[in-house]
């Protein structure tokens, strides 16, 4: 008895920590279902969880793993990024002035452009310049931008006052002082152009082409002795259209090769014209006497 009673006692202290449940005997049957007597104590230890997180052992010893939200997704439409804006525009069509002479020498330079430079922004310039563009991996627009021109600058050379004028235009020089009275063809070798004054005033002006090293256009006042509209060189079996004689063989004429090649070759000594047109109405204009002046 006294037993019994000291064990019933510690399960009672047991109970404030366990949650012990006690059986006083005469409530059940004091059996297990297997027939074995049982405590009169029955002690239930509170659940507890694994070090990760996990609920304790079922019944049948299998854990239940914690569950899962879905992971929570961005509504917001995915934005792709903005193209680059277009380079500026340097030239266009229709442009003019030095600065396409420059453009239009260095496509010559590297063969994209077979005519001029003129001056002018042309159509055959635009052509060049899209197939310049698209060779590089440009957009073919035909238009120089900055990044046309850069890349076109770094593929080139700066071209020297003849490779801009290589077809003529150049600007006329001021007038030598013996042109300034009188019916004058005015010569100049420095601008390799020719005026054509009365008076001291300009009538006319065109681009001119000379002889080489080895046959040069000599210099000094001369007089048109002699003109001859269909002439044919005896010497060098070439046509001399609207051919005006100052100084031996050499005369002022119009020349196909310049008009084609312009200052890529050279005359014979004669001062050659491409213009073929302005040359036609000079040689109306000019009369035999008239005093030419050729200088540097």
């Known amino acids: 008895m006294r037993r019994t009673s000291a064990a019933v006692a510690a399960a009672v202290a047991l109970t404030a920590v366990y949650g012990c449940t006690v059986r006083t005997p005469g409530t059940d049957t004091g059996a297990d279902t297997d027939g074995r007597p049982r405590s009169p104590v029955h002690i239930e230890i509170p659940a507890t969880r694994s070090p990760d997180g996990r ?31 277009p380079a500026p525009t340097l030239y ?3 442009d003019s002035g030095v600065a396409i002479r420059e ?25 060049a310049v899209a197939g310049f563009q698209g060779k590089r991996g440009l957009p073919r627009t035909g238009r120089t931008d900055t990044v046309t021109w850069q890349r076109l600058l770094s593929m080139t050379h700066r071209p020297g006052k003849w490779e801009l004028y290589l077809m003529g235009g150049q600007p006329a020089g001021a007038p030598d002082a013996r042109c300034l009275t009188g019916r004058v063809l005015c010569i100049d070798k420095t601008t390799r152009t020719l005026r054509w004054m009365i008076d001291g005033r300009t009538v006319s002006t065109m681009a001119v082409r000379f002889g080489t090293e080895a046959a040069p256009t000599r210099e000094g006042v001369f ?18 259209p609207y051919a005006m004689f100052f100084s031996g063989g050499q005369a002022v004429h119009y020349s196909a090769d310049f008009a084609a090649r312009g ?34």
């Open 55 to 85: 609920s304790p052992a079922g019944p049948t010893g299998h854990t239940t793993a914690p569950s899962k939200r879905p992971a929570a997704t961005s509504s917001a439409p995915a934005t792709s990024p903005e193209p680059a804006p």
């Open 92 to 94: 266009r069509r229709g």
């Open 103 to 127: 453009l239009q020498a260095r496509l010559r330079q590297i063969g994209w452009l077979h005519e001029g430079p003129t001056g002018t922004y042309d159509a055959t310039t635009e052509q």
């Open 223 to 240: 007089q048109v002795f002699w003109k001859s509209r269909d002439h044919v060189s005896t010497l060098y079996d070439t046509p001399m």
């Open 263 to 296: 200052y890529a070759g050279g005359s014979h000594g004669c001062v050659n014209v491409r213009d073929k047109a302005a040359i036609a109405q000079l040689f109306d204009q000019v009369k035999v006497g008239d005093k030419v002046v050729v200088h540097w």
